[in-house]
């Protein structure tokens, strides 16, 4: 009894693959078809499958259409005004071809911390893009520490929403896990992004096209450096102001109440997207009707991707309201283990039964809570561990999965050979920091 639900959830996910890979049917609809397969196979009722699948994927794009949509707004017009190029060709000049990746490691560090990991990823392919295409280096040499830097923020950095709301859980303090975290999150960073690039060289994909504009722009064509940083980092550093004025102020005052208002993902990206048309656009002599096709254009080349992100959201809930994800979890939590791996693997499991990142360490951290004050294990560290498993492996169930696989241009094989085992170094390093420096603080 107790492995059929495992069973059906491999199933579904073989099922997935032959399809996509061997059937080579659109990843949307065979998202959708698994769904409703493993939905009806896990004992929903019938009844409640569409509702369901419908409650996916408009979750999904209910929280991410209006970024993923503007965060493309944001790149096209930045890549259309040479405000992109502007960028690369100051981050090659400052770091030189050879390091550029982690200068884009870095970005994605900082960028990182206060984003989403879908947010982030978003705002800055633009500019992995552009920095592959001007200094003629692999895609994924700086796409993958990018990506890298990013889900690393997303599992261990408060004040990223993901971190803090479990550090609430389990009655940490924020400032000692953010200390703890960066500790753990600098190499576990640096080996999953640039360190882990040299063993994928085989894998060299094409910037997709309608994604990236080719131009290559004249000096005094470009925007400024300052104008260019300034207007990317516009919905960067309102969501950052915002997650600070969290943490630092009374709710109620009304600094924390316009903060909280405008560092909101949709609002900051729609005021940077304001910003952009002027800087980028009305600025560089560029007519309303010119800059909106730009818009058009950026719409158009995300369509796709926005509907095979929501259909993984429909994969996700599926396995939510079959109570999958709750059941392998409580499971796994009946085993005598160390709290710290116990975390650690609670979230691991439903990380990859139910593919949601957040929904993986908010569950596990809801399993884990009454163990951590049971055994008196160290809350900071129990934050970081549920966190690291959070992150495991990244299965086709997660939204994560087919942003990177559709941005990137690669097949499903490759995704797993990149994007999977990125997150699960991410994973098995944050556990082994976990524990070593349980070890020192113990």
Not at 67 to 78: D, E, S, T, W
Not at 353 to 363: D, F, I, N, R
């Amino acid at each position: 009894m107790y492995k059929v639900p495992l069973v059906i959830l491999a199933i579904g996910i073989l099922v997935l693959f032959f399809l996509i890979v061997r059937v080579k049917l659109n990843s949307f609809l065979a998202l959708l078809l698994v769904a409703g397969f493993v939905g009806i196979a896990e004992g929903l009722p019938v009844a409640k499958l569409i509702p369901t699948i419908e409650k996916g994927l408009g979750g999904t794009l209910g929280g991410l259409a209006i970024v993923v949509c503007f965060g493309a707004i944001l790149g096209k017009l930045m890549a259309e005004s040479g405000g992109a190029q502007r960028i690369a060709t100051t981050l090659i000049n400052v770091f030189g071809r050879k390091n550029v990746k982690w200068a884009v490691c870095l970005t994605g560090f900082i960028v990182g911390i206060a984003l989403f990991y879908e947010i982030g990823f978003v705002l800055l392919i633009p500019l992995v893009f552009t920095i592959a295409a001007e200094a003629k280096i692999p895609l994924l040499e700086v796409g993958i520490p990018m990506a890298a830097a990013l889900s690393v923020t997303h599992g261990f950095l408060p004040p990223h929403p993901g971190p803090t709301a479990i550090a609430i859980i389990y009655n940490a303090d924020i400032g000692v896990t953010l200390v703890y975290g960066a500790i753990i999150a600098i190499p576990t960073a640096i080996v999953a992004g640039p360190v882990f690039y040299n063993f994928t060289k085989g894998i060299n994909p094409e910037i997709p096209k309608g994604l990236y504009n080719p131009k290559i722009f004249e000096d005094h064509e470009m925007p400024g450096f300052g104008v260019s940083v300034f207007t990317a980092l516009v919905p960067v550093v309102l969501m950052a102001a915002s997650a600070i004025a969290k943490l630092a102020l009374d709710q109620s005052s009304p600094v924390a109440v316009a903060l909280e208002f405008l560092g909101q993902p949709d609002m900051a990206l729609t005021i940077s997207v304001a910003i952009a048309v002027y800087t980028f656009g009305l600025a560089r002599g560029k007519k309303m009707d010119e800059i909106m096709n730009t818009v058009k254009d950026a719409i158009l080349a995300i369509a796709m991707i926005l509907l095979i992100v929501g259909a993984g959201g429909a994969l996700k809930q599926i396995l939510i309201d079959s109570g999958v994800g709750t059941y392998i979890g409580t499971l796994v939590a009946d085993a005598s283990l160390s709290p710290l791996v116990l975390a650690w693997l609670v979230a691991a499991v439903i990380r990859t039964a139910c593919g949601s990142a957040t929904v993986a360490a908010l569950t596990a951290g809801g399993i884990a809570a009454p163990i951590c004050a049971a055994t008196g294990a160290n809350p900071e560290l129990m934050v970081l561990a549920t966190g690291a498993g959070s992150l495991i492996f990244s299965p086709p169930n997660d939204p994560g999965f087919w942003l990177f696989k559709e941005f990137f241009g690669l097949t499903v094989k490759e995704t797993v050979r990149t994007w999977c085992a990125l997150e699960t170094i991410i994973a098995i390093m944050g556990l082994i920091g976990v524990l070593v420096l349980n070890t020192v603080v113990a």
